[in-house]
């Protein structure tokens, strides 16, 4: 069983940058076929999908955010991290990670609980 925890800080200043890390377990972030995603909702809206690593440590960013985003791995750790710079309060957001099903980036077979980061002074 593969499990995803997310963790950090849940409090960010404005012009600040968020880190996250998620840490997996049950599984290897290197096994072919899955990548390894980040996912965020803010408060009444939906899901919005941020970026992924893949298995090969490429990574692929949401157009909206690729300039503020960064997605990297410790593959010895088994985890995978997100950082996005310059938070503004719209960045507050539970943030999820979540490992691809194989079959596509926006389909998810396991997810993180999630964890609420508010963007605030």
């Known amino acids: 069983q593969v499990q995803l925890q997310e963790s950090g800080p849940g409090l960010v200043k404005p012009s600040q940058t968020l880190s996250l890390i998620c840490t997996v377990s049950?599984?290897?972030?290197?096994?072919?076929?899955?990548?390894w995603a980040w996912i965020r909702q803010p408060p009444g809206k939906g899901l919005e999908w941020m970026g992924l690593?893949?298995?090969?440590?490429?990574?692929y960013y949401s157009p909206f955010l690729k300039s503020r985003t960064s997605i990297s791995r410790d593959t010895s750790k088994n985890q995978f991290s997100l950082q996005l710079s310059s938070v503004t309060p719209e960045d507050t957001a539970v943030y999820y990670c979540?490992?691809?099903?194989?079959?596509?980036?926006?389909?998810?077979?396991?997810w993180g609980q999630g964890t609420q980061v508010t963007v605030s002074a």
């Open positions: 979540a490992r691809t099903d194989g079959s596509s980036w926006y389909v998810y077979d396991y």
């Open positions: 049950g599984g290897s972030i290197t096994t072919s076929s899955h990548a």
């Open positions: 690593i893949g298995y090969d440590g490429r990574t």
